[in-house]
């Protein structure tokens, strides 16, 4: 149990700067324009449609070998989802809230959700094919269309704290679906194994190819001789498997996987540079400024629009951020409109509530805490895994409506 | 000057009570049932007549959200958990009594104390719902407004959810009989309710339009009314005006809830199977855009804008894929353009009226 | 006024602090039964916060007010409107978009009862108060001359007509003390002076006492008999409008903002001027 707790742990981590990278744009646009922009978590789904996109079409159209994509290609894709969010976030501003500027707040709020609708909506039609297969079956289209998919990888999945065991020389067995190993082996119970197997393929074009992949041990725990058939999935045959070379890896009992430092790592510069860009620079003391009183910082020659925008910009590219790194650790994509990215958002929602809506730093803390409190109450009681959030939204809400790190605001009479 | 109270006293009785004013509207509700469920037939298929009861179903869902998201400006985006709430309870009140009482759901031959049971279950689905309405009015009051239009969508959501939890619909009578209680709550999880029988004609959904539409108006013109719209338009002077912000948010939110919920509570006995889905914001934002294109507090306005935002997609068969684009451009374009809806919260009669004397008691 | 009446409102010690700032500190008052009692002092000296002190909008975190023997201090200010403390807005606060009618009309609900059964069925008792509560609001309004306007929307009224609509929709509570938030801001000097009268003709009509705060000292002068001094939140000086105005602690608060303004070294002048001129316009 120590380890299945430790395990929610990272993967709490992991998960938590996501939604503190969400909630950092929510908690920004509220800071300035003090109101809930209820289309962010759309700007964020956008962001990882347009991650799927480009990747489906950069593999398509450069003839990138999509089983070893090249480091470029998460580059670009970065690029584009920060690009598209960008700018459709600065849109979103310029188009939707600026009008309203000096409306009533529930005006705003409506324009907000009608935003919010429109992103998801036209996401969900079926455009023009940008991308097919070879077979020339679509594979991406502009909009994204009503259908789930599944993110390429950008990444190689690797646990970082692996460990191998044994290596050697593999062989089939008499049957389809079985390794022979040449050496002896001792599975304990309650771990992860899985052979890393190298072997080598004919193309279509005839010319030999080394493939790895990894099998993994459809057996029970125990100690196997040298010589033992032993089961695995996928299933390879005799042919496929002869001259190939395995490797034992076993798995750690809290696995660390790259993708997850990759997150940990990005999200946290991410966080350390808003906090300087924030507090050390000239844009920075600006949005301090608004935030603290519009009309006082447009009468110190503060650029108002300019600031609202850049925050939106900011906003909408940390979004972008999290929503490029999200699919490459949960690849299946749904549909714009599906309920599950609108309860992201959310969970990134009450994460900046739950910190303090309006506090940078708070909106962090909500983030760790919010998927601390979703994993670890999943893990209690998997059912409900979205209802605790909401609890606590409530709880928070009424007993701390400012947050853990805001402060009191006082209504003007 | 004499107090409100003295004042009260000295008004006649001629005054107090005229029959024709507070019988009418009864009476048309009736008549309005009548006309809808005897003329549809004759002029459209059972295609359209169908359309019909969905149409009715979603002016009392939009109706009773006016009242707390325009009329008190207390912005919910839960309706569809209260909708949703009625229409399980409802359906299995049918389904479960007719079990219980009968053995067998739909027959033919139960159809007069089957729908006695769906008249039943629209009251249990309208207390349940306010039972609800009551606990998510309650933050409300200390929640500003785009906290409570979270937590209203978070309310939804976690209906969802516990639906989702349900166990297995009970099908026999013999499960029924076992453990009638847990029947009734066996809603079927994440597949939805199955088999309710379609008692809910023409007639029945739009008596309750009639009678949802004459206590909404009521409502408005009459002293509650006002505390509702004072605390829209300001709730510092609301309050230093004397008036209750809990009671009356309270009271909005059960009283849109109770009407939400006899809204689902019909719905399922359209042949519509209630599931889980029909709890969440989808739901819950097609009903909002009906009363903010209607017009914020226009009950009038919501009911039309219901009718038309049902019809227009039944038109328009071939742009399904474009429906919600449309709403949601239509939403924006609203805001910038006419931030108050079409009839604000005036009625539609209020425009060719021109300005009559002052009003504001009684109509 | 020459024997003293009952005090009506008491405020005794009363305080509030805002992360740090004292807001109000240690204010004390009383008016008595059908007394013109003026509030002034320079600006953020705190005034509207002790309006929002006696009507319960911030909650008092020191001392305690009553009204007529009834603690208001910790009641919800609906309560203490019911009470019989009513107000109106330094930044008016109408209901905009409701006719003026329906603002007076909203003003009596809280003498009403107002039951969801009697309102959907309209039974005879619910029309006799609805009744009621139109005859008495147009009454009000004809008193102040707005009987007019009672179809019009309450924000489409020019700005003097707003302030006279506020005083008439805080009248219809039926309130003993009527809390009056600089009615005269924005008004021109003849607007003034027929307020000064109406004001006045409140007190006698309604049998109401007044406190009211003001930053026209030759309105306050005028018609106050009793004068509170607020600056930084604390009381320098009461009295008559005489004493207030000879005070040196009043003359130096408020000849030092003028000169904070002036040069912005924060010294105070000591200076002894015509208060009437210090503050004029």
């Known amino acids: 149990m120590g380890y299945e707790l430790l395990q929610i742990l990272t993967v709490t981590i992991a998960v938590g700067s996501l939604y503190a990278l969400v909630a950092l744009g929510y908690t920004l646009v509220y800071g300035v324009l003090k109101f809930i922009n209820f289309a962010h978590s759309d700007v964020f789904v956008l962001g990882a449609w347009t991650s799927f996109t480009t990747a489906v079409f950069l593999i398509a159209t450069q003839g990138i070998d999509s089983a070893n994509p090249p480091w470029w290609l998460g580059v670009l894709v970065f690029l584009s989802a920060l690009v598209v969010c960008g700018g459709v976030g600065y849109c979103i501003e310029r188009f939707a809230y600026r009008p309203l500027r000096k409306a009533p707040r529930l005006n705003v709020l409506i324009t907000a959700i009608g935003v919010s609708l429109l992103l998801q909506n036209v996401g969900q039609i079926t455009g023009p094919t940008i991308a097919r297969s070879e077979q020339g079956s679509p594979l991406a289209t502009l909009p994204f269309g009503a259908t789930p998919k599944r993110m390429p990888t950008l990444l190689p999945e690797v646990v970082l704290n692996e460990s191998t065991l044994a290596k050697g020389q593999a062989q089939g067995g008499a049957a389809r679906g079985v390794v022979v190993l040449d050496q002896q082996i001792t599975l304990e119970e309650g771990r992860q194994y899985r052979l890393a197997i190298t072997r080598m393929q004919a193309g279509s074009d005839g010319a030999l190819r080394t493939i790895r992949e990894s099998l993994s041990l459809a057996v029970e725990s125990g100690t196997y001789a040298a010589g033992t058939e032993l089961r695995t999935t996928p299933r390879r045959t005799p042919e496929e498997l002869s001259g190939a070379t395995y490797e034992l890896r076993r798995g750690p009992r809290v696995p660390i996987n790259l993708i997850d430092v990759i997150i940990v790592v990005v999200s946290l510069s991410l966080m350390v540079g808003l906090q300087v860009l924030i507090y050390r620079t000239k844009m920075g003391s600006a949005m301090r400024a608004l935030s603290h009183n519009v009309e006082t910082a447009s009468l110190m020659g503060i650029n108002t629009n300019r600031v609202i925008s850049f925050t939106f910009v900011l906003g909408s590219v940390l979004a972008a951020s999290a929503a490029f790194l999200y699919p490459m650790k949960y690849p299946g994509l749904n549909q714009t409109a599906h309920g599950i990215w609108v309860l992201l958002g959310l969970k990134a929602f009450v994460a900046a509530v739950v910190g303090g809506i309006g506090n940078v730093r708070g909106a962090v803390l909500g983030g760790f805490l919010i998927a601390a409190i979703e994993f670890f109450g999943a893990w209690a009681y998997a059912p409900l895994r979205d209802v605790y959030v909401f609890a606590v939204l409530i709880l928070v809400l009424l007993y701390r409506p400012n947050g853990l790190l805001g402060k009191a605001v006082m209504e003007k009479v | 000057m004499k107090t409100l109270a003295q004042h009260t006293k000295d008004v006649p009785a001629s005054r107090a009570f005229r029959p024709a004013v507070v019988f009418l509207p009864w009476v048309a509700c009736v008549a309005v049932a009548f006309a809808v469920q005897l003329v549809a037939p004759a002029l459209f298929d059972d295609y359209w007549v169908n359309v019909l009861r969905r149409v009715g179903v979603f002016v009392i869902a939009a109706v009773s959200l006016n009242i707390v998201n325009g009329i008190t400006g207390q912005f919910s985006m839960g309706h569809a958990g209260f909708m949703a709430i009625g229409s399980y309870i409802g359906a299995s009140t049918t389904y479960t009594g007719s079990l219980l009482l009968h053995g067998s759901v739909g027959d033919d031959s139960f159809a007069v104390q089957g729908t006695m049971l769906m008249l039943g279950g629209l009251v249990a689905g309208a207390c349940a719902a306010a039972g609800a309405g009551y606990l998510v009015g309650l933050p409300s009051l200390r929640l500003r407004g785009d906290y409570l239009a979270i937590v209203t969508l978070g309310f939804g959501e976690i209906i969802r959810v516990l639906l989702e939890l349900t166990s297995k619909q009970v099908d026999t009578a013999d499960g029924a009989r076992a453990n009638p209680f847990a029947a009734f709550f066996s809603f079927n999880g994440p597949t939805g309710f199955f088999g309710t029988p379609a008692y809910a004609s023409n007639f029945w959904i739009w008596l309750f339009v009639a009678i949802t539409c004459v206590v909404a108006y009521r409502l408005k013109r009459s002293s509650s009314g006002r505390a509702f719209l004072s605390i829209r338009e300001d709730e510092i002077a609301a309050r230093a005006m004397g008036i209750d912000l809990t009671k009356y948010k309270v009271r909005a939110f059960v009283l849109a809830a109770a009407f939400g919920g006899v809204a689902g509570a019909l719905f399922s006995h359209t042949g519509v199977n209630p599931s889980p889905t029909d709890a969440g914001f989808q739901r819950s934002f097609d009903i909002i855009i009906m009363v903010v294109l209607g017009g914020l507090g226009s009950i009038s306005g919501s009911v039309l804008a219901a009718i038309l935002l049902v019809l227009l997609p039944e038109m328009l068969r071939g742009l399904q894929e474009y429906r919600l684009v449309l709403y949601a451009v239509l939403l924006i374009v609203m805001m910038l353009v006419r931030p108050q809806g079409l009839f604000g919260v005036k009625e539609v009669w209020d425009l060719w009226g021109a300005k009559r004397k002052a009003r504001g008691g009684t109509p | ?281």
Do not use: W
Not at chain 3, 51 to 72: D, H, I, K, R
Not at chain 3, 105 to 130: K, Y
Not at chain 3, 209 to 238: K, N, P, R, W, Y
């Open chain 3, 1 to 281: 006024m020459s024997t003293a009446p009952a005090t009506l409102l008491e405020a005794s010690d009363i305080g509030i602090t805002f992360g740090g700032l004292k807001a109000v500190q240690g204010l004390s008052l009383r008016v008595p039964t059908g007394a013109l009692h003026g509030l002034i002092g320079p600006n953020g000296a705190g005034k509207t916060t002790a309006f929002n002190l006696l009507t319960g909008v911030y909650q008092t975190q020191t001392g305690s007010v009553t009204l007529a023997g009834t603690t208001l201090s910790g009641k919800r200010p609906h309560e203490i409107a019911l009470a019989g403390l009513s107000r109106t807005f330094q930044n008016i606060r109408l209901f905009g978009e409701l006719s003026v009618l329906d603002n007076v009309m909203l003003g009596s609900h809280l003498r009403g009862t107002h039951r969801l059964i009697r309102t959907v069925f309209r039974t005879p008792a619910f029309v006799r108060q609805e009744e009621a509560m139109r005859e008495r609001a147009l009454e009000l309004l004809g008193i102040f001359g707005l009987q007019g306007l009672a179809a019009e929307q309450a924000k489409s009224l020019p700005y003097g007509d707003q302030r006279r609509l506020e005083i008439c929709r805080a009248l219809a509570t039926e309130p003993k003390v009527l809390l009056l938030d600089e009615p005269a801001a924005g008004m021109n000097p003849s607007e003034k002076k027929s307020l000064a009268s109406t004001i006045r003709s409140i007190r006698e009509r309604f049998g109401v006492a007044i406190l009211l705060i003001e930053h026209d000292m030759g309105l306050v002068m005028d018609i106050c008999e009793h004068i509170t001094v607020l600056d930084h939140g604390q009381v320098i000086s009461a009295g008559t409008p005489r004493f207030v105005q000879d005070d040196p602690k009043v003359i130096e608060a408020y000849l030092g903002v003028v000169e904070e303004e002036g040069t912005g070294n924060g010294e105070r002048g000591t200076g002894k001027a015509s208060l009437g001129k210090a503050s004029a316009g």
